[in-house]
């Protein structure tokens, strides 16, 4: 199967999943997620039509982008990895959208940047629903404050992101994430990845990140 093919098929699978959930396909973006793929990787799913892209690590996606920019000016670019401070001004220089904010400290250096630079991507809060000790993401518990925090600071923050266990059904952690984004009055639910789109779709995710399924195994 090429990645044309495999575009062709999660775009299926994904209006499959919002008609069953009485969603419009059109609400969920479909994030074709590149990290460890070479530049030819992108090239060919630009050339099928594909423009919303995910990495998760600056240096590699400062090396494969900006000169894609130059033939195919509406890519719009998303950061899905964890972002130290001292990368937050080369990230916001790349991202249109970047996913993982997930503490105070990260949310002072964007705002910092954000005056610099006169604009900001658009925010998503990440945050650990599982509770694990070693993953990214802020506790459920703490999230209404972070938020508060990002509001506070003006920055244009649109929703949330989850990474569920992977021990765990995702379902649940779908519809937990989903319930919090409406509760904070967020718009914007970034979950489901290649094992468990069909399901973030029919839970009410409004951006999805599939990196395998559409470029092959890592
Ligand atoms: C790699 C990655 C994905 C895509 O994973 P696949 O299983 O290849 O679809 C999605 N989200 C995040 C945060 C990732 O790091």
């Known amino acids: 199967m090429s990645i044309r093919d495999n575009l062709a098929a999660v775009g299926g699978d994904i209006a499959r999943a919002a008609e069953r959930a009485g969603r419009a396909p059109e609400d969920v973006r479909l994030i074709a997620v590149a990290k460890t793929k070479p530049q030819s990787a992108v090239v060919e799913a630009l050339q099928a039509g594909q423009m919303i892209f995910g990495e998760n690590r600056v240096q590699e996606s400062q090396g494969k982008y900006p000169d894609l920019r130059a ?20 990230a916001m220089a790349l991202f249109d959208v970047i996913h993982t904010v997930d503490r105070p400290k990260l949310v002072r250096a ?42 506070a600071e003006g920055l244009p923050l649109q929703g949330l992101m989850c990474i569920p266990p992977v021990e765990d059904a995702p379902s649940g952690h779908f519809a937990f994430l989903k319930r919090m984004a ?23 995710a409004t951006h999805i990140r599939v990196g395998s399924a559409i470029f092959g195994a890592r």
Do not use: F
């Open 182 to 204: 409406d509760d904070l009055g967020l718009a914007w639910v970034s979950m489901g990845m290649s094992g468990d789109y069909p399901a973030a779709v029919e839970l009410g």
């Open 71 to 90: 033939d195919w000016p509406d890519i719009e670019l998303h950061l899905i990895g964890p972002l130290q401070t001292n990368k937050t001004r080369d």
């Open 110 to 151: 964007l705002a910092r940047e954000a005056q610099a630079l006169g604009r900001c991507p658009s925010l998503l809060i990440q945050v650990n629903t599982g509770e694990e000790e070693q993953k990214a993401g802020v506790l459920p518990a703490d999230t209404e404050a972070l938020v508060a925090l990002v509001r």
